[in-house]
């Protein structure tokens, strides 16, 4: 009598090809920017392989990070989640403020708001609807920080107003470095203090007193073995020695890199910049979409832009009165002002419900591709 024979279990695949794997594949673009910088080749390579070199380090800060916090309890993890979450496009953007670019400084912040909002969550909700009627999530955390998106956005478009009314007129998108009036310079410091309050009463609202509406619980999307503790920081500890090398090179070659591609800095600064800062978060995004994830997919995105407004902005105003050439006021240009309020709008409007279908991606997708090409023109 034959007997049956077992199957064999199936074989893991490597780590490299996994879909959280693919980010470390850019790893050798690391040594690539890094001796091309040596060698002074031409801005143009030098910013292609540092931008693509961004991608792995930004990647292993937010697998370190994600480990660390998961073994650090929930109120501690998603204070470590919410810290790092943004680091590498704030380290990215203290090193622009170093050089001098400030109005790319400020297109990279509204680059990351509309990217998170209009492209990662509509290639979420694209990526998700695709052989399904509908995807649900819980549409009251999902307002509560599209409402923290709106009422931060007020506040950031109004020293803006100011400087339009009172001042010398909005800056053109080509702008590098404008020296504004001290009026307009208090009322951005003002407005990011208030902002950070915001923050900081955002964390306690989400990690403390509203906490399980804020953290989904979802599964680790990492393959393979935890981290220990020890492995975590060293690990977190490395990326970010090499995101600050990879963002100084980045920053370094935008100038000439614009001249030469018949690029603005304005365009490089509010989409190139943008997406490759947060190219390993957005994938996470819409991965957990596909796996009909909404509410992670959603935190992510919307949670995200809801971040670089309440902290990363203000942060950097107050980092621009210690580095650099001066004061960065948080006067935006037109593009970027449309841009801002129609993706707080747009952010306030897809979470109503708590549905989403894959034609409303489809419909995200679209605006942004449409601001895109406005600012590739501007």
């Known amino acids: 009598m034959l007997r049956p024979v077992a199957s064999a279990p199936p074989k893991e695949r490597p780590f490299l090809l996994t879909a959280g794997g693919w980010p470390y594949l850019l790893t050798p673009f690391i040594a690539i920017a890094l001796v091309l910088e040596l060698l002074h080749a031409g801005p143009v390579v030098l910013f292609v392989t540092s931008a693509l070199g961004v991608i792995p380090t930004a990647a292993l ?161 990492y393959e393979g073995e935890p981290w220990s503790v020890r492995k975590a920081v060293g690990m977190l500890a490395l990326a970010g020695v090499a995101v600050a090398v990879m963002s100084e090179i980045l920053v370094g070659s935008i100038s000439e890199t614009a001249e030469k591609a018949g690029l603005s800095e304005f365009f490089i600064g509010a989409i190139v910049v943008a997406i490759v800062g947060n190219a390993a978060e957005h994938w996470v995004a819409v991965l957990v979409a596909r796996k009909d994830k909404m509410d992670l997919a959603v935190n992510i995105s919307i949670g995200s832009s809801a971040q670089v407004a309440l902290f990363v902005a203000p942060a950097l105003v107050f980092a621009s009165y210690l580095i650099g050439p001066g004061p960065m006021p948080l006067v935006f240009n037109g593009f970027e002002l449309a841009a801002l309020i129609l993706a707080a709008l747009i952010a306030n409007q897809v979470t109503q419900d708590g549905e989403s279908t894959w034609f409303e991606g489809v419909q995200l997708l679209a605006v942004y591709a449409i601001i895109g090409v406005a600012f590739f023109v501007a």
């Open 61 to 221: 800060m937010g697998r370190a990070t994600e480990e660390l916090a998961a073994r650090s309890g929930p109120g501690i993890g998603g204070l470590l989640n919410v810290t790092f979450g943004n680091a590498p496009e704030l380290i990215i953007a203290l090193f622009a403020l170093e050089k001098g670019l400030q109005e790319v400084v400020k297109a990279s912040i509204v680059g990351s708001i509309i990217g998170n909002v209009l492209l990662v969550l509509g290639a979420s909700m694209l990526a998700g609807g695709i052989g399904r009627t509908t995807q649900r999530f819980n549409s009251t955390a999902a307002s509560a920080q599209a409402s923290m998106l709106v009422l931060a956005i007020a506040a950031v478009v109004m020293p803006a107003v100011f400087e339009m009314v009172e001042g010398q007129g909005l800056p053109s998108p080509g702008a590098e470095l404008i020296n504004y009036d001290s009026s307009v310079e208090k009322l951005s410091l003002i407005t990011a203090f208030v902002l950070m309050g915001a923050y900081l009463a955002g964390l306690l609202f989400s990690l403390r007193t509203h906490r399980d509406l804020f953290n989904p619980a979802h599964e680790d999307e």
